[in-house]
Each structure stands twice: as C-alpha cells, then as structure tokens.
C-alpha cells in the first residue's frame, strides 16, 4: 500500500489516520506492519466499505478536503472491492537505527553471516557477498544496472535487496543503494570468512 509523498508527514504526526483502496485482494492486513518512507504504521483494521457509507470526516482523516475529491480519486480504478483501511504511526523505521550499529561482537557478526548463507541457500547461486560488495563499490547505482552487472533478474534481485535492508546492511538512496556502516563492517568480515551457503 503506497501514499503519496504529501501525505507521509500528516500520517507521521497523526493527522491522517484512513486511507480507502480498492483491491481484487487487501495488501495489508489488521494488526500488520507497513513500513513507508516516514517509518512503520501499526495496521488496526482492513475492513470492505461500500462509498456510500464514506462521510466528509472519513475523507479528511484519509487526507481529502472533501469527500468528492477521495472518491474521484478512488474511481480511478474500477475493479476490486474497496477497503477501509485505519492506521496508527507505530514510529522509526526500526532499520535506520540496525544500519548505523557497527560495532559488532563476535556473535553478532557469525549470525548475521549465518543469515546471509541461509538466503544464498535458499536461491539458484550465492549472491549475498556478490550484491553487498557491488553495492559498496558503485554507490547509487540503480537496480536494473546492478542485476545487469551481476547477471540476475531484476525482478529477484529488488526483492533481494530488501532482504539485506532488513538485516541493516543497505540503505536506499534517491537512485540505487549504498552500503550501510554495519554492511561494510559485515562485507569486511566476509573477506576474512566467506559465505558457505
């Protein structure tokens, strides 16, 4: 579930807390996490509404001056049924403060690594090493150019990315990613002691 970039800060403070959607199947679900570029939303409930039953003070919660201008927007797409979705700021990205945590023990990088040979398990070939040192030597370099670069699809590689931003090991630039201080600290560990997937 995406909004659009004016309403990230009045989610973060509060002031929008609905949004509506039409969807053949609800991309989030009640008591579910959805990470936007202003931190996580707490999910509380993802309930099928019909338009009639959305009133003005729906629309303004959901960030519309008038409820005429929320359901032109949502008859903009036919197809699908249509959600109330009702939301909390839950606060931070918690992977923005993992990124800076570089000071790592012993433990801490051994699963990490452990981590990393489960997901190069997991796929065709090992790719985890190959994507984070791509990474750290071409900063800002955009998915399609690294999947090219590195020979997987783009389309397993994006979801791939993520995986390595969840552990807080890369960060998304405007274009592309860069190595995070505790990527770097892990890539440096790898050097020494390789993946064994």
Known sequence: ??????????????E????????????VKAGGRLRTAVGELAIDSVIPCEAGEIGD???MAAGFERRDDLLAELAQ????????????????????????????????IDAITARL???DGRADRAWTTAVLQWIADHEGLA?????AALAIEK????????????LGLTESLAVGYRLSPRGATILEALRVRPVRP
């Open 1 to 14: 579930m995406l909004f659009r970039t004016a309403l990230l800060d009045r989610i973060r403070t509060g």
């Open 16 to 27: 929008v807390t609905l949004a509506f959607r039409r969807w053949t199947k609800p991309t």
């Open 57 to 59: 003070r729906d629309a």
């Open 77 to 108: 797409r036919s197809e699908g049924d249509l959600y109330r979705i009702a939301f909390r700021f839950a606060g931070a990205d918690p992977r923005i403060a993992l990124r800076d945590e570089d000071d790592l023990s012993i433990a801490e």
């Open 117 to 119: 040979a489960r997901l």
């Open 143 to 147: 998915a399609r150019e690294i999947a």
């Open 155 to 166: 389309a397993v590689l994006k979801p791939n990315i993520r995986k390595l931003k969840d």
